[in-house]
Every structure is written in structure tokens, then in C-alpha cells.
């Protein structure tokens, strides 16, 4: 089992920047592909990046390429979600996920894993 907590959400205005945390236990992360996927109120939950292992990411979603990187850091169980250039758009609920083997996966049904989310609200 692993168990997955993500903090570092919080409100921030429009143009600022956060850094999302995923911090995992019960497994080492290094075995395992992670994402981070997104919640807005009246939505459906979308993936905003997945890495792979021992690396490879990729960023699905138009709207997040070049504001957005995700990285992690096997030593600390860590994955991470720089996120730039907010956008009021991008206020939701983030999730962080894993799922056993190397390869990125995007969607929901391919992680096994997840967080209980933290909030980025972002302000115009």
C-alpha cells in the first residue's frame, strides 16, 4: 500500500506561482509513475501531469504546457507540481497519484493510488 499526501495549495493571485508536494509512505515512490490530476467544482477530474520512472513526463492538458513541471525526488518519496503564471482557471482541488510500473499513465482508472487533495484557488 502506499499512501500519498499532497500539500502546498493555498490562494494566490492571478500570475503567481505555487509548488505542490505529494510526500509518500508505506512504499518507496521510486518504483512507481505518478500524476497530478485536478478537480474544478462542476467538473470532471483531469490529469495535469504524469511523470514516469525512472523519468519522462508529459502534460495532456493545452492549458498547463509551459506554466506547469512536474518532477520528484526519489530520495525524499516526493513528487512535485511547479505551477506558474497562475490563471484563475486553474482554481480546483489537486490530486496526487500513483500507479505500480514505469510508464506514465493519464487517466483515472490507471492509478492505484491517491491523495486527498489540496486546494488552489487562484484570484483575478
Known amino acids: 500500500q502506499v499512501q500519498l499526501v499532497e500539500s502546498g495549495g493555498g490562494l494566490v493571485q492571478s500570475g503567481g506561482s505555487l509548488r505542490l508536494s505529494c510526500v509518500a509512505s508505506?512504499?518507496?515512490?521510486?518504483?512507481?509513475?505518478a500524476g497530478w490530476f485536478r478537480q474544478a467544482p462542476g467538473k470532471e477530474r483531469e490529469i495535469v501531469a504524469a511523470?514516469?520512472?525512472?523519468?519522462?513526463?508529459?502534460y495532456p492538458t493545452n492549458s498547463v504546457r509551459g506554466r506547469f513541471t512536474i518532477s520528484r525526488d526519489n530520495a525524499k518519496n516526493t513528487v512535485y507540481l511547479q505551477m506558474n503564471s497562475l490563471k484563475p482557471e486553474d482554481t480546483a482541488v489537486y490530486y496526487c497519484a500513483a500507479r505500480a510500473g514505469h510508464t506514465v499513465a493519464t487517466t483515472r482508472a490507471q492509478y492505484d493510488y491517491w491523495g486527498q487533495g489540496t486546494q488552489v484557488t487562484v484570484s483575478s
Open positions: 508505506g512504499r518507496t515512490l521510486s518504483t512507481y509513475a
Open positions: 511523470v514516469g520512472w525512472p523519468g519522462g513526463s508529459i
